[in-house]
């Protein structure tokens, strides 16, 4: 490689090995299949004519297992754009690491901001532990404010409830998450409001306790 200069040349190469490429694609399905939603897969084989277009056929391989899961597949930028005119479409998406990232701060964005943002790292055999957390990172510019969203937070918690198999639980905790929301009075600035991180958490915790009672 030469470095600096009008002949420098810069290479990234991804890597997509079958059992790791298979096993997120066949997560996907199990969970559409689970729940009875559809599966959607996001990909760029017009482009990338090597690691899209395998992603492309261990979809479709892995699909003949599943034929009670309806499947829609898009490249990115397609899916890009149907994200902000008709959000409805998705349900169950599948799609790499770099293009996941994006369209999560889109889809993020689309539902309110990353401060309601839930995500999961997760390990589907459970061999090893999975992480859930909010999208957000730490926001260390609005540290100690009490103005930051703790909704993303809250809502990793429902799904990893629904991960460890108490889907009641998980429920719940989104049931009180939304009656806050639908009350719109209790929510932090990003979100419209004036509330501080504090009196949000607590209003979801008196209607977590009057879901559960």
Do not use: C
């Not at 293009?99 to 889109?106: P, R, S, W």
């Amino acid at each position: 490689m030469l470095i600096y200069g009008p002949e420098e040349v810069v290479l990234q190469t991804g890597v997509f090995s079958r059992i790791g490429t298979e096993r997120i694609i066949r997560h996907a399905y199990e969970e559409a299949s689970r729940s009875g939603r559809t599966l959607t897969s996001i990909s760029k084989g017009n482009a990338l004519n090597y690691s899209m277009v395998f992603w492309d056929q261990v979809f479709d391989e892995v699909g003949k297992e599943y034929p009670d899961v309806k499947t829609y597949s898009y490249l990115v930028d397609a899916a890009s754009m149907f994200f902000v005119q008709d959000p409805g479409r998705f349900e169950v998406v599948v799609t790499s690491n770099l293009f996941g990232d994006i369209i999560t701060d889109l889809g993020a964005g689309l539902a309110g901001g990353l401060g309601l943002a839930a995500g999961a790292n997760i390990n589907p055999s459970k061999e090893y532990p999975s992480m859930f957390e909010p999208i957000h990172g730490s926001a260390p510019d609005i540290a100690g404010k009490q103005i930051s969203n703790p909704l993303a937070a809250i809502w990793s918690a429902s799904q990893m409830m629904d991960f460890f198999g108490h889907e009641d639980w998980g429920k719940r905790i989104l049931q009180a998450m939304e009656q806050v929301m639908t009350e719109n009075e209790t929510l932090t600035p990003d979100m419209g409001g004036g509330s501080s991180t504090a009196e949000v958490g607590e209003a979801v915790s008196r209607e977590l306790e009057k879901i559960t009672k």
